[in-house]
Structure formats: C-alpha cells, structure tokens
Nanobody, 115 residues
C-alpha cells in the first residue's frame, strides 16, 4: 500500500524559509510525478508545484522564484523548499504522488506565516 507522509511544516515569520518533506513507501518512487498542493481556510485546494520523474518542474505563478520542488529517489522523498514566505502562503500543504492514472495523497502539514 502506498503511503505518503509529509513533515516540516510550522510557524515562520514573513520572509522566512521552510522545507517540507514527503516520504513515500510501498511504491517505485522514481517513476512518480510528485506534486505539492495547498489549501487555505475556506479556499479550494490549489497546485503549488510539481516535479516529474525526470526532474521537470512546474510552478504556480504565485510561488515562482520563491518555492522549489526537488526529489531524492534513493531516499524515496520529495521536498518543497519555500523561501521568502508571505502570510498568504499560510495553508495546509499536501503532497501528491501520481503513478500513471493513480494518485495518492499525504495527510498534510500546516504552514503558518505570521509575525
């Protein structure tokens, strides 16, 4: 059974940085497209960034030049480096793993940007 477990969320001041991790088990991680999504209170879940099996990346305009997805296939782990955080980045962040037509979600990790 595929499991995705996020970690690394927390409270950070505006302008600060955090790195989220998503550890995968029960699957061939290197074949996946890994995505990061977020959901703020009373808003729909939105795509933040993705990284494909070959390393190609895609970003939402709102995080371009601030957030960077990466992956370490030997560790079965995806990362989201978040720099220059803003209060509007506050949300629950979820990782998503896509293998072919099947995807899986992690449980989410809270990121709060506040002074």
């Amino acid at each position: 059974q595929v499991q995705l477990v996020e970690s690394g969320g927390g409270l950070v001041q505006p302008g600060g940085s955090l790195r989220l991790s998503c550890a995968a088990s029960g699957t061939i991680f290197r074949l996946s497209t890994m995505g990061w999504y977020r959901q703020a209170p009373e808003k729909q879940r939105e795509l933040v960034a993705t990284i494909g099996s070959g390393g190609a990346t895609n970003y939402a305009d709102s995080v371009k030049d601030r957030f960077t997805p990466s992956r370490h296939n030997a560790k079965n782990t995806a990362y989201l480096q978040m720099n220059t955080l803003k209060p509007e980045d506050t949300a629950v962040y979820y990782c998503n793993g896509l293998w072919g037509a099947t995807d899986y979600w992690g449980q989410g990790t809270q990121v709060t940007v506040s002074s």
